[in-house]
């Protein structure tokens, strides 16, 4: 059963360029979240998907940042016009649908994006 | 609104010596914790977790976490550390009313083991 997939797992834009991240969830998970974690940070909720529909995106900055997770294929986190305060490595996690281990979230292994 | 506070940001420590990561959550309604262990340059891996019943939780590596709501602590213990366990290990806690929410993290505490 293959864990939260993310890709790519490095991304480099230039200021100004889109940058566009990937999550796969895990197997029969329908549930995903966003964090963004800043060197020596903690992680940070950025937002919460369901399939066709974001539940929370209280902790989205409220310009050039999006989400989607659309019914087939993977959660999409796009940034617009990167700056290089975006620069961070950005966390997928998934969790289950039914059953105690719902209040579970699964990471994937993350993608660093750096602006130059 | 949840807060999670790490009161040591490094915490050094001889390979088989006890250790002791504090951590310290607020919240004016009832939560969950965990804690989440990050190797370098991964994701996070879900080390234990309290939702209810017993207030000690165990994993299968050793660790211990103690819930104690009067102090609102949730102090990761291991009585004897290996060189493997050197990593960054993060508390989190979330709200127990509803089935899906967001995870606050507290700011991470670096472990490193030395021989």
């Known amino acids: 059963n293959a864990g939260v997939m993310q890709n790519p797992r490095h991304l480099v834009r230039r200021r100004g360029q889109e940058a566009r991240l990937r999550c796969s969830p895990m197997k029969g998970h329908s549930h995903v979240y966003w964090y963004r974690q800043l060197p020596e940070e903690g992680l940070k909720f950025m937002v919460y998907l369901q399939k066709e529909n974001i539940i929370d995106e209280s902790g989205m900055p409220k310009e050039r940042f999006s989400a989607e997770f659309p019914k087939e294929g993977p959660s999409i986190l796009r940034i617009q016009q990167v700056v290089r305060g975006d620069s961070a490595a950005y966390f997928c996690?998934?969790?289950?649908?039914?059953?105690?281990?719902?209040?579970?979230?699964?990471f994937g292994p993350g993608t660093r994006l750096t602006v130059t | 609104a949840q807060s999670v506070t790490q009161l040591d940001s490094q915490v050094p420590v001889f390979e088989e010596a006890p250790v002791e990561l504090r951590c310290n959550y607020s919240s004016s309604v009832s939560v969950y914790l965990f804690w989440y262990v990050q190797y370098p340059n991964q994701g996070l891996q879900l080390l234990l977790k309290y939702l209810s019943g017993s207030t000690l939780v165990e994993s299968i590596n050793g660790f211990e976490a103690e819930f104690n709501k009067s102090q609102t602590s949730f102090h990761l213990r291991k009585p004897s550390v290996h060189i493997s366990d050197t990593a960054e290990y993060f508390c989190?806690?979330?709200?127990?009313?509803?089935?899906?929410?967001?995870?606050?993290f507290g700011a991470g505490t670096r472990l490193a083991v030395h021989p």
């Open positions: 989190a806690v979330r709200s127990s009313s509803g089935g899906y929410n967001k995870l606050i």
């Open positions: 996690a998934s969790s289950p649908d039914q059953g105690l281990r719902r209040y579970e979230q699964y």
